[in-house]
């Protein structure tokens, strides 16, 4: 066992208010630099033992509890991948929902035009029945992506703001 370990695992004993592993103390009594650490948290753990700490007021519990969140998000959006950095897998499911009704939308106008092809066919040209194809399609398609685009924008901006708001 090197005295590194011994090291960490005297600290862990204080940390945990326990008392250390005997072999530990043995370690500590034979070897100067362990004995020195040992005798050092024993002088620090009656530093602590005679200091008195008043409880926090409410706002001030509330300030730290403010702190050590922004400082966990900060840490979260770190480890993000860059891509995704901020937008989470709320994100991501609300964008697989948008993307599986968009089948159900495309064949819904599909089954429109093809109806109104063939009521009107008989008293409308081809190409007049082609334009009115593509005047229908495109304001289709075009609000179906602003539609689907922001669904899941919307999702994650309405998530993160109650956690904020916290």
Same mark, same amino acid.
């Given at each position: 066992?090197?005295?590194?370990?011994?090291?960490?695992?005297?600290?862990?004993? !204080?940390?945990?208010?326990?008392?250390?592993?005997?072999?530990?103390?043995?370690?500590?009594?034979?070897?100067?630099?362990?004995?020195?650490?040992?005798?050092?948290?024993?002088?620090?753990?009656?530093?602590?033992?005679?200091?008195?700490?008043?409880?926090?007021?409410?706002?001030?519990?509330?300030?730290?509890?403010? &702190?050590?969140?922004?400082?966990?998000?900060?840490?979260?959006?770190?480890?993000?991948?860059?891509?995704?950095?901020? *937008?989470?897998?709320?994100? !991501? &499911?609300?964008?697989?929902?948008?993307? !599986?009704?968009?089948?159900?939308?495309?064949?819904?106008?599909?089954?429109?035009?093809?109806?109104?092809?063939? !009521? *009107?066919?008989?008293?409308?040209?081809?190409?007049?029945?082609?334009?009115?194809?593509?005047?229908?399609?495109?304001?289709?398609? *075009?609000?179906?992506?602003? *539609?689907?685009?922001?669904?899941?924008?919307?999702?994650?901006?309405?998530?993160? &703001?109650?956690?904020?708001?916290?």
């Amino acid at each position: 066992m090197s005295c590194e370990e011994v090291q960490e695992r005297l600290t862990e004993a !204080l940390l945990a208010h326990a008392a250390p592993a005997p072999e530990d103390g043995t370690h500590a009594q034979g070897c100067g630099s362990c004995g020195a650490h040992a005798r050092t948290l024993r002088e620090v753990a009656e530093y602590l033992a005679g200091v008195h700490v008043p409880a926090l007021r409410a706002p001030a519990l509330e300030a730290c509890e403010t &702190r050590a969140l922004r400082v966990l998000r900060a840490q979260r959006a770190a480890r993000a991948p860059a891509p995704l950095r901020g *937008l989470g897998p709320d994100f !991501l &499911r609300a964008a697989l929902l948008a993307l !599986l009704a968009l089948p159900v939308a495309v064949g819904h106008a599909w089954l429109v035009a093809w109806a109104g092809s063939a !009521l *009107l066919g008989s008293w409308l040209p081809g190409p007049v029945l082609g334009w009115l194809a593509v005047l229908y399609f495109a304001p289709v398609a *075009l609000a179906l992506g602003v *539609l689907y685009g922001a669904i899941p924008l919307a999702v994650v901006a309405g998530k993160r &703001r109650p956690l904020e708001e916290s």
